[in-house]
């Protein structure tokens, strides 16, 4: 009970920090920036201060990130590096949420672990079939289903299971008659 509330408190804080963050830089247009720099050299310096500090804890957060994730961390020096080096940028974060994803799968039980635990028994797997393991099959042929099954022996005239053809252009009567050949088969 005590680690909910001291994370539901965290998470307030942090959240309202970002909101104000985020707030107070949309409210100054990028354009802007060099105006307020040639008439405040005080703001310029602010703003160096502030692009540096931001800078770091970018390296920092990616230098953990991609240590955690394997991937190669993107080297931030300047804020240019962040639009040459965006896409290495995304694959750590994703690297990241991905992780946090899976983790909060497991923890809610939506998602099982995937190595099993000391206590449980691997899964047995079934043995590999092979290339023509569908071919190997017992399988009943569908035919035998048929209410009507065919007969490859029958050696008469064709003799069709229709009786009648309620929408046809030619009649029932019409198809259904038996052409003699001039052999005098049918």
Do not use: C
Request: glycine share 4%.
């Amino acid at each position: 009970m005590e680690s909910t509330g001291l994370y539901k408190t965290i998470q307030d804080t942090v959240g309202a920090s970002l909101v104000a963050t985020t707030r107070s830089a949309s409210k100054l247009a990028d354009e802007d920036l060099d105006f307020h720099r040639s008439a405040n050299p005080l703001i310029g310096i602010n703003l160096d201060r502030q692009n540096a500090r931001l800078l770091g804890l970018a390296n920092r957060l990616l230098a953990h990130s991609a240590s955690s994730s394997g991937l190669v961390r993107p080297q931030l020096e300047d804020s240019e590096d962040v639009d040459l080096n965006w896409t290495e940028i995304v694959d750590v974060v994703d690297s990241l949420l991905e992780k946090a994803d899976t983790t909060l799968d497991e923890f809610s039980g939506v998602l099982k672990r995937l190595s099993p635990s000391k206590d449980q028994d691997p899964v047995p797997r079934p043995a590999q079939l092979g290339f023509n393991a569908f071919r190997n099959q017992d399988l009943s042929k569908p035919q035998l289903l048929f209410d009507h099954v065919p007969h490859n022996q029958f050696n008469g005239p064709f003799q069709p299971l229709l009786t009648n053809k309620p929408h046809a252009i030619v009649p029932f009567e019409e198809s259904a008659k038996q052409i003699i050949e001039e052999d005098g088969s049918t």
